[in-house]
């Protein structure tokens, strides 16, 4: 009997082929010791079954693999990357086909956790075996502390510092976690170096292959990105989703993110990159808030492709909304009598943000407007004289607001006194004219507790959503004793974090995601089901602009079928365009 590479133990050439162990030893009256929890048989192969062994392949030689692979079980298949395969057919005697979603063949490849340590095989905790071998579950012997958790025997993972469930990492490989069921013969692995992306694994069910994803980009980004990203997937379907999503983030970054520069040339944006887009997904569909969650798809052949057209729709609409003018504040841009007044930041085209409040239900959410609140834009319009970033100051300081002239010369250092363009960077034109009151659209004059305009990638306002945003995500939720991703902001005092945060840039994208959830995975009004839709575009093979349609009127319009009583969808066509490239980007 032989020990493999993988902590398994058997006679087969799959435990005794490349890489066995030196510990191993003679029992011919036991086939595996492999370690079976409560819950789950055993995973080592069948004795006497076909199976297909570990190849060998050189370091740095690994690829990041979701094609359907043959193996007497999925964790077979994945872990000894058995041969890649369309149907049962194409296996040999004893073996199957299965859907192994992201496997990693041959050596290690840079992943996301520090100083990660292979650990053998261990029984772990989770609600799942996928959850318990993704975060690392408590070891177990047979039962667990937490509640609606079971002990899974999870095959052999990669386990970082940064989610532990409760336990941390070693150092050393030689020093395994606790543990009261450890196998008997445990072999030493090296500790690696790099950041680990964790595969997850689902309970053995021979399944038909689900579509297989391209494989990583290896075009160079033009425009930085960073590497630091929060949970890694928790569900087999959005393994899929961000196999996807990794393979096509050159393309996000260069060919979806872009903005309009005033020289009307397409950059990639400054504000919106994909990495910041991924935690912000992450937090959205792990975490959600109030139990609602970014719909990511499901575990049908299909699944997967319903999370990518859920935020290609996204994506669709968030182009055009905002991304294209690489702004995260909202833009002072409702022009009254021909001049854009200070106090377009209480709102535009006769609207009052302050005033946005929530449902009799929901009141106890939102935001109070506190009258000496002073907050400015961190983004602007950059066109010539375009209007400085909107502000909130009280009536103590600025008793009445005058208003923008985008004509105003301000280059002007040959006068007495001379003059500079100062007011943000990169300004070339305009000026503050506070003369005499210049009323918005609604009538104010002045710009206090008006500290609730739009922000982030589909533009968060008014006091009810960044109440939500804070009674379930912010400070207000860690004062109440309630779990917090972001316990120390105060989004109702601090509302400019979604756009001025340096340690949470993914928050501009969340506050978008956040709406999405709210306003459209539950849209289901006069017979249209959003999600429904959605899986009825995919299965009906993406032809048409009629789904993406009614979700622009519902972003727009707040209607499905436009035009609404409020007009038809504004740029119906370009949100249309730009949902197809991005599906076309995804390659589905």
């Not at 799959?14 to 003679?26: R, V």
Request: glycine fraction near 8%; charged fraction near 20%; hydrophobic fraction near 30%.
């Amino acid at each position: 009997m032989c020990c493999s590479q993988w902590g398994y133990c058997g006679a087969t050439e799959a435990y005794c082929a490349d890489c066995c162990q030196s510990n191993c030893w003679t029992d011919p009256t036991q086939p595996s010791s492999s370690p079976t929890a409560k819950g789950l048989a055993s995973n080592s192969p069948t004795e006497g079954v076909q199976t297909t062994t570990k190849p060998t392949i050189a370091s740095g030689d690994l690829v990041l693999d979701s094609s359907p692979r043959c193996g007497a079980t999925e964790l077979d298949a994945r872990e000894l990357c058995g041969n890649v395969c369309a149907t049962d057919e194409d296996c040999g005697e004893g073996t199957y086909c299965w859907a192994v979603h992201d496997n990693y063949c041959g050596s290690i490849p840079d992943r996301i956790y520090d100083n990660p340590v292979v650990y053998p095989v261990y029984n772990r905790c989770g609600v799942s075996e996928e959850m318990a071998r993704t975060f690392c579950g408590e070891p177990c012997d047979w039962q667990c502390s937490k509640p609606g958790e079971s002990c899974f025997a999870v095959v052999p993972n990669f386990c970082g510092n940064n989610y532990t469930s409760g336990i941390s990492a070693p150092t050393s490989a030689n020093t395994p976690p606790p543990s009261t069921s450890s196998p008997t013969q445990t072999p030493t692995l090296p500790v690696i170096t790099s950041s680990p992306i964790v595969s997850s694994s689902e309970q053995p069910t021979a399944i038909k292959p689900s579509p297989t994803t391209n494989a990583p980009s290896s075009a160079t980004t033009p425009f930085p990105t960073s590497t630091v990203i929060s949970k890694p997937p928790t569900s087999s379907a959005a393994l899929a989703v961000e196999a996807v999503l990794e393979a096509s983030k050159d393309g996000i970054d260069n060919k979806i993110l872009l903005y309009q520069t005033p020289t009307m040339q397409w950059e990639p944006s400054s504000i919106y990159r994909y990495n910041d887009l991924l935690e912000g997904l992450r937090v959205m569909y792990n975490d959600g808030v109030a139990n609602k969650y970014f719909y990511m798809g499901n575990d049908t052949p299909n699944g997967h492709k319903y999370g990518l057209t859920n935020i290609a729709a996204f994506l669709a609409q968030s182009m055009k909304e905002t991304i294209q003018y690489n702004a995260c504040d909202e833009n002072s841009w409702d022009l009254v009598n021909g001049v854009y007044p200070v106090s377009n930041a209480c709102g535009q085209l006769g609207q009052s943000y302050q005033d946005y409040k929530c449902s009799a239900e929901e009141a106890h959410m939102e935001c109070p407007v506190k009258t000496e609140m002073e907050i400015k834009a961190t983004t602007n319009a950059k066109w010539y004289g375009a209007p400085a970033p909107l502000y909130c100051a009280p009536k103590s300081k600025h008793p009445f607001t005058g208003y923008w002239s985008h004509s105003a010369e301000c280059n002007k250092p040959w006068d007495s006194p001379p003059s500079y363009c100062e007011e943000y960077e990169g300004q070339k034109a305009g000026a503050f004219v506070n003369t005499s009151p210049s009323p918005n659209s609604n009538g104010r004059i002045d710009v206090e507790g008006c500290c609730f305009w739009g922000r982030g990638v589909i533009q968060t306002t008014g006091v009810c959503n960044f109440g939500k945003l804070n009674y379930y995500l912010g400070a207000r939720a860690a004062e109440e004793g309630r779990s917090s991703r972001y316990p120390e902001i105060n989004f109702c005092e601090q509302p400019d974090a979604i756009c001025a945060s340096e340690d949470h840039k993914e928050l501009k994208w969340i506050a978008g995601l956040f709406y999405w959830v709210e306003s459209l995975q539950s849209y289901d009004v006069g017979g249209w089901n959003y999600i429904a839709e959605l899986e009825k575009f995919v299965d009906g093979g993406m032809k048409g602009n009629d789904f993406i349609d009614a979700v622009s009127g519902i972003v727009n319009r707040g209607c499905h079928n436009p035009p609404c009583a409020t007009g038809d969808v504004d740029g119906k066509s370009d949100r249309a365009s730009n949902f197809f490239k991005v599906i076309s980007e995804f390659g589905i």
